[in-house]
Structure formats: C-alpha cells, structure tokens
C-alpha cells in the first residue's frame, strides 16, 4: 500500500510538472512582453574588438513602439553627431563629415554599424518574435547560473533577417541570456551572449552583452547599456528627418 502511494503520488507529480512547462508560443510571448515599452530612452556604448584593436562607440537612443526608432552617436569625435532615424522598414542616415543624409536600404542594411558585428539590419529589428517565428522547446539548460529553455524559432515569412534562432530563455525572468541565429542553410551568422543583467523600473533587462559576427575576424562587439528609461514621453519632432540635421 505504502509502496504504491507513492509509485502514485510520485506519477502524479510528474504529470503536473510536464503540464506546467510553458509551449514555444507562451515563452515567446512573455519575452516579447517583459522586453517591450511604449517608449525607451538608452544611453549605451559599443565596445568593438577587431582583429587587430579597439575601439568604443557611445550612443543615445530614442525608441517608440517598434516603428520609430533615432539614434545620434556621442563618441569618439570622428563619429559624433552622426545620427540613424527608422520609420517602420526604412532607414535614414547622416553623417556630419559630409553633411549629407542617405537611405540605408537593400544589400546595405546588411552592412556593419560603425565597423561593430551588428548590421544595421539588427537594430532595425524591433518586431515581436512572436510576430515573425514559430517556436518550439527543445530542451533545458544553465546560463548565468540560472534554469533556462532552450527554444528553436522558425521564420513565418521570408522577409527576415534570419531564418532560424535558438534562444536560451531564463525560466523566471523570459529573458533570452544567449542566442545563435542561422542562414536558412543551417549556416551559423550570429551569436549573443548575456555577460550580466539588471533591472529598470522593476523589469529585467541585460545591460552587458556580447555580440559575434560568425562570419567575421576579431573577438565581437561587447554592449554595455549604462542608463535605461522606459515608458517616458519623448516629444513628436525627434522621429523626423529634419532631427537629422540638427
């Protein structure tokens, strides 16, 4: 009697662990909901190692919704005052050193920003992954010490920037803490690594990371966030092209 009590109880306990684990859908809706904001204000720095030096980028951001998006670089001098405005799928640049203003489009959106291992493709990129993938659990794992699902995303459509992405994804937190992003070949492009996390305004948000362009010479590009605003007013006239020059 003993001995089948428990053969139950533990079959039991089983059944309800397999029932609470979330499906690729549920876990990519709460990623896509822990990181998203109406608006986001971000001062951040870009640490290049190439192959044969480094060098540091600092910038400031203006984000809102995930169709607007102004970005103007601080630092070095040499780059300062240049200035990135997207609206919905197209891309303005200026450069002060010509003073002029260009349209990022086509084969150019898979260039590198400022010589770092992210495209101007990647940080046009503020869609729902739930919008863009299908997603499904494949396994668990650690990362940061921290239990995670390991969740393999497939593209909906072709009009992505990858076809397919394995995220690792804190269980507690739904905050990927690494991710590898893959041609439609199976071709590896792209890794993400979280080296550390914070939190702004009680929402957990990785504020180091390190960033590998698999196809690139150099150690990659490591993202330092150094202040984080969510959900502030940012005036109308910033996502404009008249910004640009100013």
């Not at 809706?29 to 980028?57: C, F, P, Q, W």
């Not at 393999?152 to 076809?163: R, W």
């Not at 150099?218 to 996502?239: K, M, W």
Request: hydrophobic share 40%; charged share 30%; aromatic share 8%.
């Amino acid at each position: 009697m003993t001995r089948n009590c428990i053969l139950c109880l533990c079959l039991s306990l089983g059944l309800c662990l397999a029932a609470e684990a979330p499906s690729g859908a549920e876990i990519l809706k709460k990623v896509d909901e822990n990181g998203y904001a109406a608006t986001r204000v971000a001062v951040s720095e870009m640490v290049i190692h190439l192959a044969r030096n480094t060098r540091t980028v600092r910038a400031k951001s203006w984000v809102e919704g995930a169709d607007k998006s102004f970005t103007e670089f601080l630092y070095p001098a040499r780059d300062a005052g240049t200035k990135m405005l997207k609206l919905k799928d197209e891309l303005w640049m200026y450069t002060p050193e010509t003073d002029r203003t260009i349209k990022i489009s086509g084969h150019m959106l898979r260039q590198s920003v400022m010589g770092s291992d992210l495209s101007y493709e990647d940080m046009m990129e503020d869609r729902k992954l739930v919008d863009l993938y299908d997603a499904e659990v494949t396994g668990e794992d650690k990362m940061l010490g921290r239990p995670c699902w390991i969740v393999k995303l497939t593209a909906k459509a072709p009009d992505v920037s990858y076809y397919s992405r394995e995220v690792w994804v804190d269980k507690e937190r739904y905050l990927p803490l690494r991710e590898d992003r893959f041609a439609k070949s199976g071709k590896l492009l792209k890794t993400t690594e979280v080296k550390s996390v914070a939190q702004y305004q009680g929402r957990w948000f990785a504020d180091r990371a390190t960033f590998k362009d698999a196809l690139r010479s150099g150690e990659g590009t490591e993202f330092v966030v150094d202040s984080l605003r969510l959900n502030v007013p940012i005036p109308d006239y910033i996502f404009s092209k008249a910004s640009l020059r100013k």
